[in-house]
């Protein structure tokens, strides 16, 4: 099966929320929910935070080395390359995709994609797609897993700047170029915002940990017994827009092709 790798991206310079992956959930800073949670994971042998070597970032080197964190830094917009870059220097052989804005991330969502994954001998899977694409899962629980050698081939064949800054679009869009693989929920929950890219995506946040007692051990259906026996903290971010696969960093121009 070879090494699983989690690696993280992380940075400081969100359009939407500056700092947000420091912001902090019960006294503590999100970038450590999502590690810690991460780390419950069976299957995975290192979690590494990927950074950018903008010095903006600092603070989240510090802090990984504050808590003895793996990290790595590299491109600030070229996110696959940072990808590629930290998975080689770590030998990954399979690489989980995750993201430091999502606290609520699930371990055991974690390792059942990867269990999947490695069953199937697919390049590629996940338990959704970005918009325009359908999902059956809350979003925040994204989980993408790729294996090493797709991960090299994307990095040497996608040009386009969204291949670049979303990592794994060029394995997904065009049908037969990698062999792919998406895990359904049997119930349809898309409509379920659980991501922090907005003020009022930390404020539920921050709320639906504030109803499980502020602990970090709580599953992904925790949440979703919350949230259903308190409709009223959907409409906290219900007017958020979630961004498509395709949207690119207007920052991006001029600095990196």
Not at 11 to 25: H, T, W
Not at 71 to 80: A, I, P, T
Not at 97 to 126: M, N, Q, S
Not at 141 to 167: G, I, N, Y
């Amino acid at each position: 099966m070879g090494k699983i790798t989690a690696i993280i991206q992380a940075r400081m310079s969100s359009s939407r929320l500056p700092g947000k992956v420091m912001k902090e959930i019960s006294g503590i800073p999100m970038l450590s929910w999502v590690v810690e949670r991460t780390k419950r994971s069976n299957l995975l042998q290192e979690v590494i935070v990927a950074t950018t070597n903008s010095k903006v970032d600092d603070p989240i080197e510090d802090y990984c080395r504050k808590m003895d964190y793996i990290f790595f830094r590299g491109s600030e917009f070229d996110v696959l390359d940072r990808y590629y870059q930290a998975a080689r220097k770590h030998h990954a052989d399979i690489v989980v995709r995750l993201t430091a804005d999502c606290p609520l991330i699930d371990a055991g969502l974690i390792d059942e994609v990867v269990h999947k994954f490695v069953e199937t001998g697919v390049d590629f899977a996940a338990n959704r797609l970005p918009p325009p694409y359908k999902r059956t899962y809350p979003i925040g629980l994204d989980v993408e897993v790729v294996s090493f050698l797709a991960l090299e081939r994307t990095w040497l064949e996608a040009k386009q700047p969204h291949e670049r800054e979303h990592v794994m679009p060029y394995i997904y869009e065009k049908p037969g170029r990698f062999k792919v693989l998406i895990l359904n929920y049997h119930k349809k929950l898309g409509r379920y915002r659980w991501t922090v890219d907005t003020v009022e995506d930390l404020k539920f946040v921050q709320q639906v940990i504030s109803y499980l007692n502020n602990q970090l051990d709580f599953s992904w259906l925790n949440v979703l017994q919350v949230v259903e026996t308190h409709p009223e903290l959907m409409e906290i971010n219900a007017q958020v827009q979630h961004k498509s696969y395709d949207d690119v960093d207007e920052r991006i121009k001029g600095k990196e092709n």
